[in-house]
Nanobody, 127 residues
């Protein structure tokens, strides 16, 4: 059974930092590209960041580039999202996703292309 379990969300003041984690089980982790997405109330899910199977390549949404960093640890079967300089508009439920791929490029921005999803973790940024 495939599971993606996020943690690390919470309430933080604007300008603060949080580190999200996602542990993946039930798949050969190194064969999957990974992504983080978020969904705010009343809005569609949006791409945040993605990383390649090796972790060497990453991709970011314009709104978070320079503030967020995605990384992975293939030994721990985990993907992380380090978030700094948080803004109230970053408030959302953040979910990790995995996509099986043979490509050595960051996982896609297209959320419909992912095979597995976590339940999400709430991030709330107060002004």
């Amino acid at each position: 059974q495939v599971q993606l379990v996020e943690s690390g969300g919470g309430l933080v003041q604007a300008g603060g930092s949080l580190r999200l984690s996602c542990v993946v089980s039930g798949v050969t982790f190194s064969r999957y590209g990974l992504g983080w997405f978020r969904q705010a109330p009343g809005k569609e899910r949006e791409f945040v960041a993605a990383i390649s199977r090796s972790g060497r390549d990453s991709d970011y949404a314009h709104s978070v580039k320079g503030r967020f960093t995605i990384s992975r640890d293939n030994d721990k079967k985990s993907v992380y999202l380090q978030m700094t300089s948080l803004k109230p508009e970053d408030t959302a439920v953040y979910s990790c996703a995995a996509r099986h791929t043979i490509l050595s490029v960051p996982a896609t921005r297209d959320n419909s292309a992912y095979d597995y999803w976590g339940q999400g973790t709430q991030v709330t940024v107060s002004s």
